[in-house]
């Protein structure tokens, strides 16, 4: 049976504290009093590291283990799709105000500017990206609000699907 190379490397770490711990046991119980509380005190620190290596072993491998695809989201890119979806739901309220002059033509346009720099980043994955133009194609046209609905639904949906920890 082999173990990994980072088993192996845990093991000869625990092997040196375990060490040291029973030697500088041996050395404070040897100032304070005789063998005897020497012994005591460099079995009893060497005991000590040994058990807290033990039962910290799982955790200081796993540290070594590359993690699987599905468990690696990237949370940047997560964040980054997020602000993809407020900037589009933001474009859209001036593109479809509530009141007639709600928004003025600068807020628009900046509003616009925002969403289409905040799509084209290269970290977001492509299936949000494409229902990110899809969603923008929409708003830009003006025309349909149902269809610019449509269009923020399925990006919101997009989003959702590609969210890691769901």
């Known amino acids: 049976m082999t173990s990994s190379i980072p088993a192996r490397i845990h093991l000869m770490i625990t092997f040196v504290l375990v060490m040291c711990g029973a030697v500088g046991g041996i050395c404070f119980g040897l100032l304070l ?12 620190a060497g005991l000590g590291a040994g058990i807290g290596s033990f039962l910290s072993r799982r955790q200081v ?7 699987p695809a ?3 989201a990237d949370g940047y890119a997560e964040g980054i ?3 993809v979806l407020v900037s589009i739901a933001t474009y859209q309220a001036a593109v479809f105000p509530l009141t007639r002059d709600g928004v ?6 900046a ?3 925002v969403a289409y720099r905040v799509s084209a980043y290269d970290g977001l ?6 229902s990110a133009a899809a969603a ?3 708003l830009d046209q003006g025309l349909d609000a149902d269809r610019a609905q449509a269009a923020m639904k399925d990006l919101s949906l997009t989003v959702y699907d590609h969210r890691g920890g769901r």
Not at 61 to 67: D, K, S
């Open 33 to 44: 009093g005789g063998r005897m509380t020497a012994l005591a005190a460099g079995g009893a």
């Open 61 to 67: 491998v796993a540290f070594f283990q590359p993690e």
């Open 70 to 72: 599905a468990a690696r």
């Open 81 to 83: 799709a997020d602000a």
């Open 104 to 109: 003025s033509e600068e807020e628009r346009d």
């Open 111 to 113: 509003r616009r500017t």
């Open 125 to 130: 994955p492509l299936a949000v990206r494409v």
């Open 136 to 138: 923008l194609e929409a």
